[in-house]
């Protein structure tokens, strides 16, 4: 597969980083599904896919440090992020042998899922279950493995959960962050990266440190419920233009 980009695109992604790095300093939606969803309109996701790890996972991993206790949410979600493993190694295995519409479909429908969930608001309260956490280590992993959308079914199941506010940032996070990191080397061993698609990531923290700087100041500006809701009503949006692009 040729990585190789021309300006035009290295540009059109450096600002998909900092369009998307906006939307999570202002509204806090995920980065890399919204980063992702802007990206499948003009890359192919094997290529999308690995652009995004590196910004999201300094992200991730300076919201872990800010959060703290790492060790205590770790051995509270050990089963789940186990489960994440053989989850991320499937849909890595469909998505290296995929046609690029198969994973821009699935990425589009995690979106409405996301999208829907948020707008709907209500919680659903569950107990610490082994077989539910190893169902949902194990799903969002395939799901993170064949479109680079972190946040589908971990999410909504971890806000189930009856724990704080600092242990859901914390959960939300080192499982986004063991993500990526088993994302990157099964990338690697997949043959989907490249050394212009890592130098372009990691020129991407740039524009990602930007945009979560101007969206916090505008965060503090505008009622974050409103501009949140409006979000997560594009966000569905683009995700039904991507379902239907590939499914018809």
Known sequence: MDTRMEPLIIAFVLATFLFSAFLKGTAGLGFATTCLG??????DLRVAIPLVIIPSLMSNALVMIEAGDFFRVLKMFRVMLAATIPGLLLGLW?????????????????????????????????GHNPLIATGTGFVTG?????TGSQIMPVLPYLMSLPITKDELVQAINTSFTFSSIIMLAGMGKFGLLSVDVVILSVAGIIPVGVGIWLGGKVRRRLPEAVFRRVVLVLLCL???????RAFF
Do not use: C, E, F, Q
């Not at 409405?112 to 608001?121: H, I």
């Not at 395939?142 to 064949?146: A, M, P």
């Open 238 to 244: 683009l995700g039904l233009s991507l379902t239907g």
């Open 94 to 126: 469909i998505l290296s042998d995929a046609h690029s519409d198969i994973p821009r479909g699935v990425l589009g429908i995690a979106m409405v899922m996301y999208g829907l969930w948020g707008l709907w608001g209500k919680t659903v309260s569950i």
């Open 142 to 146: 395939v799901v993170n493995g064949l």
């Open 38 to 43: 802007v990206m499948a309109g003009y890359l």
